[in-house]
């Protein structure tokens, strides 16, 4: 078993950092928030997750002051996007850096939807969308009290859209229809799922 702590590993047998193909897949936030000017902004982060049930709550964290999460703290508000495996070219254009003004909806070709409680838009091709309003947003800190420059969003889902073609007759969302995609390790890493598994809790 090889053991190194962060700061020390050895970079002949990890030259990359492993961190990100340990803690994997993780789901795609595709952000989108509306900055001061109005601007539109889409975003993808895979440090994301939902992190909070009843009321259901979600959670992403940018490395940097990122747009996203400057806006998102800035208006409060935010909306998640689906990231799914037909959507997959379109939601990595939105991970390039465009200047301030330039919205990524048209860069990456993508028709922005109005969304119902939230004045950022959701992307009219995502399946599922959640709207939220913000409740948390912090700057991370180290051990040692420093801050460590990742900021986190957190938000309380105030509205959900469901496209009911994935909506199976028995009244479950068909996760593996929807073929949503998820980060893996390295730049290039991807999964989809598109098959589950059943267990049953003990
Ligand atoms: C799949 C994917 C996941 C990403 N996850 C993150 C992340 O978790 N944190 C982060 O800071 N940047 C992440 N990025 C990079 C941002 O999407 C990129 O820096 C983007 O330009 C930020 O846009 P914004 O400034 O409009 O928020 C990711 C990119 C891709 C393609």
């Known amino acids: 078993m090889v053991f190194y702590e962060p700061h020390a590993r050895d970079r002949a047998l990890l030259p990359h950092d492993p961190f990100k193909a340990i ?4 789901p795609i936030g595709w952000v989108s928030t509306i900055g001061p000017d109005g601007e539109l902004n889409l975003a993808p982060y895979s440090f994301f997750n939902a ?45 390039k850096a465009l200047p301030r003004g330039q919205s990524e909806f048209g860069f990456a070709g ?37 801050p460590a420059d990742q900021y986190l969003v957190v938000g309380q889902v105030i509205g959900v859209h469901i496209d009911e073609a994935y909506i199976t007759d028995d009244g479950r969302v068909d996760t ?18 598109e098959s589950l598994f059943a267990m049953w809790r003990p």
Not at 23 to 26: D, S, Y
Not at 80 to 91: G, S, V
Not at 176 to 193: F, M, N, Q, T, W
């Open 23 to 26: 803690v994997a897949p993780r």
């Open 51 to 95: 992190v909070g049930e009843d009321p259901p709550m979600i959670g992403f964290s940018s490395t940097g002051a990122k747009d996203s999460a400057t806006f998102a703290a800035g208006t409060g508000e935010f909306v998640w996007n689906m990231p799914t495996w037909d959507l997959r070219e379109a939601m990595n254009q939105t991970s």
């Open 110 to 146: 993508l028709e922005a939807a109005p969304s119902r409680l939230v004045a950022p838009p959701r992307v009219a091709a995502a399946h599922c969308a959640l709207e939220c309003r913000v409740v948390h947003q912090v700057e991370l800190k180290t051990i040692d009290g420093a």
């Open 176 to 193: 593996a229809a929807l073929k949503p995609i998820a980060r893996c390790g390295y730049r290039e890493e991807y999964a989809v799922v």
